[in-house]
């Protein structure tokens, strides 16, 4: 089982829609979670991290469900610049600082 | 202020050959990272230093990869001879040590795509 794990996609969904993506991760002792956006042919970039209570930026929502090992992103009223690759990442020890990211969910918004 | 620094940003080179890719982390951040993403595979962490000394090198595929950090603003990923499985995308990372060890931003320069004939 990989470490960390994500649908691939595509989701392809309509310019207003809502839209959400689950990550789940196999190792019970990850410390910090994070989604990562990258855009065709660029570097990813953070979008934001997830903290246990759960947050939210704007129309970003993160969640941690920590008994069943997922994170989840939920963007509300997409627009078409959200169109991206999203990539989770979890880092697992405490005091080590790798990081190991999911393959991405491509996301398409389209007009 | 620049962002973390990548040369060059595309090299075509045929197996057998050496290929070095540079890195140029922001100034000030402690720890740089060396990350691989191919379609199959996806990103994956080759190898990561903090303060110039090399932590987690569990990533690097075979001794054919090598990488230095000579001081605090340069790196160097070396590859050694070079294969055509080698061709992907090599990014490079800095993050800064921050009071919130847990969630320290990794920011990544544009990227060296890589393509071994």
């Known amino acids: 089982r990989k470490e960390v794990e994500q649908d691939p996609g595509p989701f392809n969904v309509p310019e207003g829609a809502t839209v959400a993506f689950n990550c789940t991760y196999s190792n019970s002792a990850s410390q910090s979670f994070f989604w990562y956006r990258q855009d065709c042919r660029k570097e990813p970039k953070l979008l934001m991290s997830v903290y246990s209570s759960g947050n939210e930026d704007g129309r970003f929502t993160a969640q941690l469900n920590r008994a069943s090992q997922y994170i989840s992103l939920l963007i509300r009223d997409s627009k078409l610049s959200d169109s991206a690759t999203y990539l989770c990442?979890?880092?697992?020890?405490?005091?080590?600082?790798?990081?190991?990211f999911g393959t991405g969910t491509r996301l398409t918004i389209i007009p | 202020d620049a962002g973390v620094i990548q040369s060059p940003r595309h090299e075509v080179t045929e197996m057998g050959q050496e290929v070095t890719l540079r890195c140029k982390p922001i100034?000030?951040?402690?720890?740089l990272f060396w990350y691989r993403q191919t379609m199959m595979r996806g990103l994956e962490l080759l190898i990561y230093f903090n303060n110039n000394v090399p932590i987690d090198d569990s990533g690097m595929p075979e001794d054919r990869f090598s990488a230095k950090m000579p001081n605090a603003s340069f790196s160097t990923l070396k590859i050694q001879p070079s294969e055509p499985r080698d061709s992907a995308v090599y990014f490079c990372a800095s993050s800064p040590t921050s009071g919130r060890a847990f969630f320290n931003e990794q920011f990544f320069g544009p990227g060296t795509r890589l393509t071994v004939l």
């Open positions: 100034s000030g951040h402690d720890y």
């Open positions: 990442a979890v880092k697992s020890n405490f005091g080590n600082e790798k990081l190991t």
